[in-house]
């Protein structure tokens, strides 16, 4: 119980006011609960369709419920993370410019194109013949098992910072493979109730995605932090979309 309130204390705007321990096990199981924070999300994210509203509309409510919901918190890594990486400085120069609390320019012109971007998308697939309310569910699942499995697979560009004192307390040896487990029932859930096609294709573009995205991390920036984490979360939510826009056109 202890590691779900952990979840929802550090990832949603639910507001736990509560002091709860944080030891190896709580942080592990707040981890694991972490991609179910997700579906959670989703579901609530699904309420705009079942309004007689115009489907750029609905997909402007999805996308808010889910900025709101987490309280901003993985579009701020994005910020950081474009500010960073588009100011083509070294490497130390960019891991100041993620420390940094103030935005630039370079994150401003990102986030927009992404929420735009990210609005444009959905409201093409919900407006797809093949549409299926689970990919509103499934997509910030996803997402946070991507986020996941970069975090244990990868190592820390840092040491300071949230996901340095979270790295060390997480059993990386348990998260993987359960975090693997839940990406697998997500797949199979995808199969039954829509496509095998959709199912196998994304599941390839999420591997993907997840070697490529650590390879640009440890390139760029020596590892991983919290803010690129963030950024992969949302990374992968706008690739997973335009996939199935491409297989549902």
């Excluded at 929802?8 to 179910?36: A, C, D, N």
């Excluded at 500010?83 to 960019?94: L, P």
Aim: hydrophobic share 55%; with cysteine.
């Amino acid at each position: 119980m202890n590691s779900l309130l952990l979840a929802f204390q550090f990832f949603t705007v639910v507001p736990i006011q509560k002091s709860l321990p944080m030891e190896k096990r709580h942080i592990t199981g707040m981890y694991s609960f972490f991609p179910w924070i997700g579906a959670v999300i989703g579901s609530i994210a699904c309420l705009p369709i079942y309004f007689d509203w115009s489907s750029l509309m609905t997909a402007f409510a999805v996308v808010s419920l889910g900025i709101l919901l987490s309280g901003g918190l993985h579009m701020d890594g994005f910020i950081d993370t474009s500010d960073a990486y588009f100011s083509y400085r070294e490497q130390a120069k960019r891991m100041e410019i993620l420390d940094d609390p103030r935005v630039g320019a370079f994150g401003v012109m990102a986030t927009v194109l992404l929420i735009v971007g990210k609005i444009i998308i959905i409201s093409e697939v919900l407006s797809a013949e093949s549409f299926h309310f689970l990919f509103i569910i499934i997509i910030p699942f996803l997402s946070r098992v991507v986020l996941v499995i970069l975090f244990g697979m990868t190592e820390n560009a840092k040491e300071s910072g949230l996901a340095h004192f979270f790295k060390q307390k997480l059993h990386v040896q348990t998260i993987i493979p359960l975090t693997a487990s839940f990406l697998f029932i997500a797949i199979c859930l995808i199969g039954l109730m829509t496509y095998w096609l959709i199912a196998m294709t994304l599941l390839i573009v999420l591997i993907l995605f997840i070697c490529i995205y650590r390879s640009w991390s440890l390139k760029n920036f020596g590892g991983i932090t919290g803010d690129l984490l963030g950024a992969s979360l949302e990374l992968t939510e706008v690739i997973l979309w335009i996939t199935l826009l491409l297989l549902l056109s």
